[in-house]
């Protein structure tokens, strides 16, 4: 079972909706997907082995990118047949409002995108650039972990001029994946550039550093020793960058995290406040509570009710061209 939430719909061309979607896939099954939209799949949560239209390509994990630019038959495959929780969030493309027909290669309003001319318009952009299924490792770096808590926030409070916040966010998102996948190997002159220009300046790696250990890290209890361990600094000079350099301390940036991991448990699972402070680095349910209705303004099964009331009329199984077998 599966169900979306968080889903940001009306964007600005070429950009149609965003949403996040949490899908069970139970013990020795697989899921298959048939695809017939332009999209792009962030894995939050979750390890699989994907197959395109029947063909082996690789496993994903949390934090990898996968970009679907084509029709195709997504298959994914549990580890070890053990049943896999997935929660990813997908960034989907209108091209047809541009009147591009991306899948086939037309011509577009401007022409057929060329090398000196790809950036014409982001439809174009994105035509050049996303020519065939590809998996980019690690998000990119921290940016693309912040701009997905942004859009996140910016769903939930629903503030004036949300959406053009959000399509901002989801272009820089696509902008930041496209340079990740342009990125030329390094020669060693440029890498002992890079390595020298990185010891010059050490608190702020650091700080990026530790935003993407935290993410990988923040369902398990943490201490500031272990963090500061992480990249070799002092504890007292790494709190005081990180927040010059981000505005909060560690541990709030580190409960924003947590949060939003909660926030999804309620949502689409079953499972106890004790069972989701657990899997989310909470020391008990009764700090969880008390962080959480700080932070949110509700408690954590009054935004689960909330939640529910919101999704009573989408679908909560899976989507119709979702399959288990």
């Not at 939430?5 to 899908?23: H, K, T």
């Not at 020793?225 to 504890?235: D, F």
Request: charged share 25%.
């Amino acid at each position: 079972m599966g169900e979306s939430f968080n889903a940001v719909q009306f964007l600005d061309p070429p950009f149609l909706f965003v949403d996040e979607r949490v899908i069970f896939i139970p013990r020795k099954r697989r899921l298959e997907v048939n695809n017939r939209d332009i999209k792009i799949i962030l894995f939050l949560e979750g390890t699989v082995d994907l197959l395109l239209d029947g063909q082996p390509v690789g496993r994903i994990k949390q934090g990898d990118v996968l970009i679907v630019p084509r029709r195709c038959r997504q298959t994914y495959v549990p580890v070890g047949n053990a049943e896999e929780r997935l929660h990813v969030m997908r960034i989907w493309f209108d091209f047809s409002a541009l009147r591009l027909d991306f899948t086939q290669g037309g011509s577009g309003l401007n022409g057929p995108p060329t090398a000196s001319d790809p950036e014409v318009n982001f439809a174009a952009f994105l035509r050049h650039h996303f020519k065939s299924v590809k998996i980019v490792n690690a998000f990119g770096g921290p940016r693309i972990q912040d701009w997905v808590r942004l859009i996140r926030q910016e769903s939930e409070c629903r503030a004036a001029g949300y959406r053009f916040r959000v399509t901002g966010f989801c272009r820089l998102i696509v902008t930041e994946l496209v340079r990740q996948l342009n990125d030329a190997p390094l020669s060693t002159a440029e890498r002992d550039r890079r390595r020298t220009a990185d010891a010059a300046a050490p608190a702020s790696w650091a700080v990026e550093h530790v935003k993407q250990f935290l993410f990988e890290n923040c369902r398990r209890p943490l201490e500031l020793h272990e963090i500061a361990w992480e990249v070799k600094l002092s504890a007292e000079h790494l709190c005081r960058r990180f927040k010059e350099e981000t505005g909060q301390t560690i541990f709030n940036y580190l409960r924003e995290l947590r949060l939003e991991a909660a926030k999804a448990y309620l949502v689409s699972s079953k499972q106890t406040i004790t069972e989701i402070a657990d899997k989310t680095g909470f020391s008990s349910s009764t700090l969880f509570c008390r962080v959480f209705h700080k932070a949110v303004g509700q408690t954590p099964m009054a935004y689960r009710a909330a939640a529910a009331k919101r999704i009573q009329f989408q679908n909560t199984t899976l989507e119709p061209d979702e399959h288990i077998f």
